[in-house]
């Protein structure tokens, strides 16, 4: 079965982190360009970081950026979304997705998405 797997995510506290992964099962990761989004209760799904197929360009939004970065390991068929400084408002559910092309502006369309791992920001 050809699907995205995120895990990852959970409770943490303001000022914290975490790392979020995004495995492949059934393909393999190399041939695309991954995209981070995400989606607050309430709140509109919004575009996060991407990173192309040899990781040598990253984009990140900019309510992330200085504090989330990505990264891709080909050989490990994983995506990592390393998440520091945590504020209350990253609190979403955190999907990754697939496609050939890059979208800077996270339009899609995505050949595969992920399930989704939550993450909390609280005290």
């Known amino acids: 079965q050809l699907q995205l797997v995120e895990s990852g995510g959970g409770l943490v506290q303001p000022g914290g982190s975490l790392r979020l992964s995004c495995a492949a099962s059934?393909?393999?990761?190399?041939?695309?360009?991954i995209s981070w989004f995400r989606q607050a209760p309430g709140k509109e799904r919004e575009g996060v970081s991407c990173i192309s197929t040899s990781g040598g360009i990253t984009n990140y939004a900019d309510s992330v950026k200085g504090r989330f970065t990505i990264s891709r390991d080909n050989a490990k068929n994983t995506v990592y979304l390393q998440m520091n400084s945590l504020k209350p408002e990253d609190t979403a559910v955190y999907y990754c997705?697939?496609?050939?092309?890059?979208?800077?502006?996270?339009?899609?369309?995505?050949?595969?998405w992920g399930q989704g791992t939550p993450v909390t920001v609280s005290s």
């Open positions: 059934g393909f393999r990761l190399n041939s695309y360009v």
């Open positions: 997705a697939a496609s050939r092309t890059y979208y800077f502006t996270y339009s899609g369309p995505y050949d595969y």
